[in-house]
């Protein structure tokens, strides 16, 4: 993973569902992998795509690359499942929390 030595030059966002991309971005020159689940997703494939890259994540060498999972937002019907199936996943860097209003918003993430 990245540190302040090496800083994020780029970033590349991948839709989790779509297994081909997700392969590939293990191929592709960039600092940073941002794994979406939110706005990359349709709602129908949601659940689908979580588990897509659970699977992935521990399956694909990403190497050195930042790995964060942006996940749909807590007031959604798939929020509170993205948190908790990657907070603790041992090939997840982070967790990019979309369209915080405040410090409330992150403090639930952390909860789960």
């Known amino acids: 993973p990245m540190n302040s030595a090496n800083p994020v030059r780029s970033m590349l966002y991948i839709p989790a569902s779509k297994g081909r991309a997700l392969e590939k ?15 990359a997703v349709a709602p129908d494939e949601k ?10 994540l521990g399956e694909i060498d990403y190497g050195r690359r930042l790995r964060l999972v942006r996940i749909n937002g807590l007031d959604t019907a798939w ?25 409330a918003d992150l403090a639930a993430v952390v909860r789960l």
């Open 25 to 39: 971005a293990a191929t592709l020159a960039a600092d940073a992998i941002i794994f979406d689940l939110e706005d």
């Open 47 to 56: 659940p689908a795509a979580r588990a897509t890259l659970g699977a992935v």
């Open 79 to 103: 929020g509170q499942e993205d948190a908790l199936a990657f907070a603790s996943h041992g090939s997840v860097d982070g967790i990019l929390v979309p369209k915080v209003n405040g410090a």
